[in-house]
């Protein structure tokens, strides 16, 4: 990392583990305000030891945790509350509380020995609700809500400790993809509006790769690698860093496809702009080794054909489907002996791929896409009604 005086929380040869043992040692990572930090890897590499230690739920093994320039072994309960919230994975178990008086539990570090609230604390839980887009169900039982209300109400809770720091472990577990859309989305918004420093852990490395500021990797012998989504999202890497043995990750569109069938082809697939992915995702489904062209390298097809089709025809990128790419896939089509075509665009670029469609219906080969569902790879592709 680069010089921590820039940081306003950042660590310093950090060592972390339990009952004295080290799991991960000399941890140098930091976060700006104004700026997300996220923590990637492997389930059991670290990710939620390093989290609780800089919040010192763990006692630090070495180094230390620096919040606002100060050693945070130093600060106060009651002052790390101010300047830090946390939200972790372990359930809140609360007994005939409403969604609003959880909420309200995140200014207790403001007020007196009795809890009681002001009038400028009641307006602080007010507008934490409205933040989170939580007014209908503020006075519902919290144990009567879903899971994304709830992490929206735990996350107002946090909001409501006014804090500088906002530490998250895995916040979208649990979530569907439209509530894990929402409380990032309104993490983002905090984090720009209020000058927030987020330092959190994901699971989803598409998430993590747009939201993220700074990544960090934690691999199993500890940190592997720190810099930013454009630096960390590469193939190969996130392939490394997960020990993935099968299947593939594409960087580009922060996805993972399947394993491709093995064997020979079967099936020729005539795609382009998109259309031919939901048919590669198909026949990968059923078993069914598949052929695919003829791609111009730019195609937004063609990174999901390379990872999914035991072959591909392709083409560079802005260049037209030449007599040599053309011969090699009509070739390729006939030893398949079944083609389909699922684009109607065809252009100056790749009119070829018009002419291989006319040439696969001319000769019997051509098939209607659809009807792939009921083909498997038991039976091939023979005999099925394509």
Known sequence: ?????????????????????????DIRIGVRRGEILTLIGPNGSGKSTILKSIIRQLALIAGTVVLGGQD???????ELAKKMSILMTERVRTEYMTCRDVVATGRYPYTGKLGLLSEYDHAVVDEAVRLVHAEEFAETDFTRVSDGQR????????????PD?????????YLDIRHKMELLDILKTLVRDRDLAVVMSLHELDLAQKISDT???V?????DRCGPPEEIFRDDYIRTLY????????????????????GDPKVFVIGGGGSGIPVY????????????????????????????????????????VGEEAYKKALGLMRKCGRAVCVTESFGKTNVRNLALKETAAEEGLLAGWKDLRGAGAAEGVEGAAI
């Open 72 to 78: 945070i072994g130093t600060v106060p309960e009651r």
């Open 1 to 25: 990392m680069k010089d921590g005086r820039t940081f306003y929380v950042y660590t310093d040869g950090l060592t972390v583990g339990y009952d004295g043992v080290p799991l991960i040692s």
């Open 243 to 262: 020990g993935m043995e099968k299947g593939s990750y594409n960087a580009l569109y922060g996805c993972t496809e399947m394993e491709p069938p093995k």
């Open 215 to 217: 990544v960090v990797c």
């Open 165 to 173: 720091v906002l530490v998250l472990d895995e916040p979208t577990s």
């Open 151 to 162: 992490q929206r109400i735990l996350l107002a809770r946090a909001i409501c400790q006014e």
């Open 281 to 320: 995702r198909l026949l990968v489904r059923k078993g069914i080794p598949f052929a695919a062209g003829v791609l111009s390298e730019n195609d937004i097809d063609y990174p999901a054909a390379k990872a999914l089709a035991a072959e591909v025809v392709s083409v560079p990128a802005f260049e037209p």
């Open 219 to 223: 691999g199993e012998g500890g940190i």
